[in-house]
């Protein structure tokens, strides 16, 4: 622009704030600009973007948050990355698409409408709970590492109890938790479900409006089939995957909710997402018999065979019994099943077999007697493929007995519990003693070897107890590493000795031996989950067999799409680690129970006593977006499309025929008739066309083995014949801490995402989230960070608003004649950091991307203000215009109405967000970098050396100059140039090579020692200023540098003189102290300092 205005139309100081203390003025003054800037955007319609093929398109999306409550900082940090993405795709000059759902499928709200009911009829509206609680059950800590090794799978650890802040020792009340959400008056209404889909998605909207998200709203729409135009969607999906001989019905073991009835899929738990059925073998180990006192001595049981049930993940083990354990004080049940036989186990397991079409009538246990593992204590039993003819009942009381049955056959040769257990009672009579246990049922029974394991002998369980001096059951540590060590070796590496396997591996053994103990009638099948699973409505999961409707993950042609699509040129995974848990689910999902049989959601086409889950109609729905806008509109109260529709298409017009017509390309079938005229049709074809596919889909790494590895499955189906359709990134993120710890209500930082707007602003909030992470580490919002940006976005707009003032009073220097060295290597510096910027947002490296972007932006305008300070010359009018406006633009995706707020101080009535990213004003100047750098480590470096002196004032200096290195030490460097990387890495063992190199040449090998060591230092220094720091010649003129700008350096430094020395000059005698001279290397000058009255 020609010319500046003197003020911005808001300036900050003079923001009035009447009712907020004198310490929130600066946060209000920059939610003014926010909500200004909100305003504009809102009237400008900036975000609503339509099919333009001049332009690139890019179309980013995040998975539609759950609405069973107002959005939070979790959902914000995620979120992040897709909005950051956008604001930046938009400055390359892209057709930016960025949509928003709203997901209420499923199982979550159902749930809670139903408690919220429950409470009410109980203790009364509102209601009066009572004073005193039981403590919530503890889930039990569960050692997963030997089953994994043994055939366990990919599961996620964190319980949405935990993350969301509701796990203790309180039971949760719907009530409770509506109130901190909504108006008391309001919450009994939040019986009904609809009150939900109702209520929370508009408030999202706003929430989301408040935070400065760049989103078309006329896109956004809720799920379930009270949106007629998604649930007509989510059919066609399912008809098309059905016809494609993707769903398949059966019998299958799932994850299963004994309250509700049906299967828990992971959106329908409270805790345990991503826990999957794990196949136990249950060995039958007959009772041979009891004492007449015992309580198995009972009418119900008389004439019937009675099995104590161990369950266990090594059936090929069963060669090695030697006893079996129970815990005492354990609670057990003698069940009947559907065969007549009677076995002993706990009360958890009997239900999971009933689920499993074991018991008499499915899902219900008979149980005909009660006793405790005191009462099996001393029993003989007849153990298959055992070497012992009979083997005793033991105790343990390490057992859980929330895991398995309850009751573990003992294998001491190859499991270091069991042997350490064996052996404590063989040493201890007293112990044994004590639980009625006589010699001849412990002291006889020897390990038994079974398998051979390369390293650790025929008794493996034996050699890691001595190796590790495990002496008791109670060194817990100790026996989990070596349970894990030996099960791992074992199993993959450990021979057969014994049986019919005898000379296979382990691993090729199990299958052959379980099928064995099988057929024989020895043995049954067992499921439960990999670890605790609690449903929405508060029950702990079982496993169960159930008739099902299920997606075929999986299925091998299919897999195999998917994977070679993530490697491809195709895909884009932003980084390693990211790839490696996409093919760790691939390998991991299998069949998908998608199907339940009450809850929200869309019908089952074909059997519409089904309802699909909430993760298999959230797999595609991005399609729909591309033409959302024609059916939704984007007002806040048509989120279900059902208040009128922009194009005038009926819902029920829309049948799989049209979707085939839009977005497969497929023809009308000959003679079909619809009310929509085939221009219309042939538009919403070519918007999909235009915009698909997503360019980039953003989540949380909780996603991945679920939802995120589904979308890539259901994509790879649905367009089966058009890869090029199927999703082009993904890119995950971890969770967010506050403050270094989890989010946790009790620990009052779980902030809701208008709270943190409110609290921070919108643009301190975001500044916070850009600088908290981006891997798939747990990432940390600070709020004292966020305090901070408040700070630094406040005296920032301040210090702009006296460039602009002195603008317009002709303050500044002007011309290009009158352009120092200072004021162009300054320009080059913001050259160059627009270049990383774009470098990091690019990568989607945020954090790194706001300190290049903020923090050195800052810097080097710091360090060229001081200059113009300490010299007295004003700054140069357009390099610091520059400096500001390219400020404005490359912050805009962070901090976008505080960018927004500067752009238009240029005067500019567009918005920052059209605007275009920065270019360089020519190519960056290497060599004035390099003089740049220069000036400003020996800035630095002077500093930290003049701490150390003892120097009295007047401080005078010499500084010594070195341009080129001896010939030993340039033969040296050459050999480094060839060794390192294009950045000035070293591979690990340099130094090490290094000395074999010197002592090899003759001109060299006299001073290897001396040369070892410039070697190092020469490696070090190449670490910090990459590999220019290894050039045998500078090729920079440092002393013209520092002559230039003599007169900073003196105030800068706080020096009364200062000379700049040649070392290399000859004929020139050096003043000062040789050893510092001597001290000079290319690019790093040393120095003397020293007293201008006493020359000391």
Known sequence: PKSYPSYPSIIMSQVEVKAAPKSFARRDAIRALEKKAAAKWAAEKTFEVEVDPTKEKFMVTFPYPYMNGRLHLGHAFSLTKAEFTARYQRLLGKNVLFPFGFHCTGMPIQAAANKLKEEIATYGCPPVFPVEVEAAEEAPKEDKAAEQAVGGKFAGKKSKLVQKGQAGNKPMRQWDILSKMVPLEEIPEFADPMKWLNYFPPLGVEDLKEFGSAIDWRRSFITTSVSPVY???????????????????????????????????????????????????????????????????????????????????????????????????GEYGAFEFKNGEIMVMSERAALGLAHQDYALEWGKTLCHVK?????????????????????????????????????????????????????????????????????????????????????????????????????????????????????????????????????????????????????????????????????RSGDECVVALTDQWYLSYGDEQWRSLISTHIHSEAFNSYNAPLLESFDKAIAWLQEWACSREFGLGTQLPWDTKWVIDSLSDS??????????????????????????????????????????????????????????????????????????????????????????????????????????????????????????????????????????????TADATRFALADAGDSLEDANFDRQVANQAITY??????????????????????????????????????????????????????????????????????????????????????????????????????????????????????????????????PVDKTLRKEYVFFRDFLKNFRLGAI???????????????????????????????????????????????????EAQESLKVNTKGLMQFAAFMRDEAGERGVDALATVLPINQKAILEANRVYVLTALDLAEISFNDVEAEGVEIPGDKKKIALAVPGKPSFAIYCGTTGK
């Open 231 to 329: 649930d007509s969607f989510i059919r066609w999906q399912f008809n098309t995957l059905h016809r494609g001989n993707r769903i398949r019905s059966g019998f299958r073991p799932n994850v299963y909710s004994v309250k509700d009835k049906q299967v828990c899929a992971d959106h329908d738990r409270s805790s345990g997402e991503g826990v999957g059925p794990q196949e136990y073998t249950i060995v039958k180990l007959e009772i041979l018999s009891f004492p007449e006192t015992s309580p198995l001595n009972h009418p119900a049981l008389q004439g019937k065979k009675i099995y104590l049930a161990p369950a266990t993940l090594r059936p090929e083990t069963m060669y090695g019994q030697t006893n079996c354990f129970v815990l005492p004080e």
């Open 371 to 535: 006793l405790t593992g005191q009462d099996l204590l001393g029993l003989p039993l007849k153990a298959p493929l055992a070497t012992y003819e009979v083997i005793y009942t033991l105790p343990l009381m390490t057992i859980s007995m929330g895991k398995g049955t309850g009751v573990v056959t003992s294998v001491p040769s190859d499991a270091p519990d069991d042997f350490v257990a064996l052996k404590e009672l063989k040493d201890k009579p007293l112990w044994r003693e004590k639980f009625g246990l006589t010699t001849e049922m412990v002291e006889p029974f020897e390990v038994v070897p079974i398998i051979e394991i390369p390293g650790y002998g025929d008794k493996s369980a034996v050699t890691m107890c001595e190796r590790l001096d495990i002496k008791s059951t109670k060194d817990k540590d100790k026996l989990k590493a070596a349970k894990d060590e030996v099960y791992l070796k074992g199993f993959y590496e450990g021979i057969m000795l014994v049986g019919e396997c005898a000379g296979m591996k382990v691993c090729d053994a199990k299958p052959i031996v379980r099928k064995t103990l099988l057929e024989a009638g020895h043995a049954l099948a067992y499921f439960e989950p990999e670890s605790t699973v609690i449903g």
């Open 619 to 760: 797999t595609v729905y991005m399609a729909l977006y591309t033409i959302a806008h024609r059916f939704f509109g984007g007002e806040a109260d048509n989120l279900a499309g059902t208040n009128g529709c922009p194009c005038g298409i009926s819902p029920e017009a829309l049948t799989d025929e049209i979707y085939d017509y839009i977005f497969l390309r497929k023809p009308l079938p000959a003679g079909f008739s619809t009310t929509i005229e085939t221009k219309l049709l042939d538009e919403l074809r070519t918007e999909f066309e235009y915009w698909y596919p997503m360019d980039l889909r953003v989540s949380a790494k909780d996603l991945i083995p679920n939802h995120l590895t589904m979308c890539l499955y259901n994509h790879a189906e649905v367009w089966k014949d058009q890869p090029q359709l199927w999703p082009r990134g993904i890119y995950c993120n971890g969770h967010i801490m506050v403050d270094a710890e989890k989010m946790s209500k009790s620990k009052g930082n779980f902030l809701m995402l208008l709270e943190s707007v409110e609290e921070f």
């Open 793 to 922: 976005l406040y005296n920032e707009e301040e210090w702009i608003r006296t460039v602009f003032a002195d603008v317009a009073k002709g303050a500044l220097r002007t011309g290009e004649e009158c352009k120092t060295w200072m004021d162009r290597a300054f320009a080059n510096e913001v050259d160059c950091l627009i270049e990383a910027a774009a470098a990091d947002y690019s990568r989607m490296c945020y954090r790194d991307g706001i300190h290049r972007a903020w923090f050195d932006m800052i810097i080097v305008r710091d360090f060229y203000r001081d200059w113009s300070i300490r010299t007295n010359t004003p700054l140069h009018q357009e390099v610091i215009l520059r400096f500001i406006y390219v400020l404005s633009v490359i912050m805009s995706p962070i901090t976008p109405h505080w960018c927004e707020h500067i752009y238009a101080m240029f005067g500019h009535t567009t918005s920052v967000c059209t605007a275009s990213w920065p270019q360089p004003t020519g």
């Open 948 to 998: 150390k002196t003892k120097v009295v004032a007047p401080k005078c200096a010499h500084v010594y100059l070195a341009s080129t290195y001896e010939a030993q030490k340039i033969e040296v460097l050459q050999y480094m140039q060839t060794q390192c990387d294009t950045i000035g890495v070293f591979p690990a063992t340099f130094v090490k090579d290094l000395k074999p190199w010197l």
